[in-house]
């Protein structure tokens, strides 16, 4: 399967205790993005990397959030210090692309989080 | 502010029913829009998407989509449905130069056998 993949696809921890998701993209995709889903709601944008640049992020994302793409390949999101807002689902999209283009995003099967 | 609104939370239909569902946007530029589908169990993928041109946009599985820029609609439809379409239906727009994508809140549609 040469799809988005996220790992893992269930976290659980406990409050307060800091947390890494990975997210493999398609392999020739430039461009990356985070996402973020809660019950009854469509996913909210968290962050875009083009390439290994982190680009744009959105206010949700408290400086409790970190996320890297060092070599414009596979990307971390790391959340520390969790707290029971945090449990969501955690998606990771890829698209190839450049400025002001449109190309569909792709999405993997997400990382969902439970904190305790 | 960039925003989508899907008016149908959740949708019940009978097989072979006609179906439509409503997505309007709030968008100061040029606008994209995307329909994702989630079946159950399984990840976000598109359905279909408009970019320019034809305002009715045909997609996978028999959906299709018009987009009236003068009402900011862009409605999903299908003459008639099957079981296999149960799922949750995101609208989507982007715009700018990431493209990042704003979504609705979604709408769930149940399909009778």
């Known amino acids: 399967d040469t799809g988005v993949s996220q790992d893992p696809r269930h976290k659980i921890t406990k409050r307060g205790q800091n947390v890494t998701f990975r997210c493999d993209p398609i392999?020739?995709?430039?461009?990356l993005y985070w996402y973020r889903q809660t019950l009854g709601q469509g996913p909210e944008f968290l962050t875009y990397f083009q390439n290994e640049a982190q680009l744009e992020k959105s206010r949700l994302l408290s400086d409790r959030f970190s996320a890297e793409r060092p070599k414009g390949s596979f990307s971390t999101l790391e959340i520390q210090r969790t707290e029971q807002g945090d449990s969501a689902m955690y998606l990771c999209?890829?698209?190839?692309?450049?400025?002001?283009?449109?190309?569909?995003?792709?999405f993997g099967p997400g990382t969902r989080l439970t904190v305790l | 502010a960039q925003s989508v609104s899907q008016h149908n939370h959740h949708v019940i239909l009978s097989e072979a029913a006609s179906l439509e569902l409503g997505c309007n946007y709030s968008?100061?530029?040029?606008?994209?829009l995307f329909w994702y589908v989630q079946y159950p169990g399984q990840h976000l993928q598109l359905l279909l998407k408009?970019?320019?041109?034809?305002?009715l946009v045909k997609g996978i599985k028999g959906f299709e989509a018009e987009f009236i820029k003068s009402k900011f609609s862009f409605n999903l439809r299908k003459p008639s449905v099957q079981w296999s379409d149960t799922a949750e239906y995101f609208c989507a727009v982007t715009g700018g130069a990431t493209n990042k994508l704003i979504f609705g809140t979604g709408t769930l549609l149940a399909v009778q056998p």
């Open positions: 968008y100061g530029g040029t606008v994209n």
């Open positions: 408009y970019f320019s041109g034809d305002p």
């Open positions: 999209a890829s698209s190839l692309g450049g400025t002001f283009i449109t190309s569909e995003q792709f």
């Open positions: 392999s020739e995709h430039n461009r």
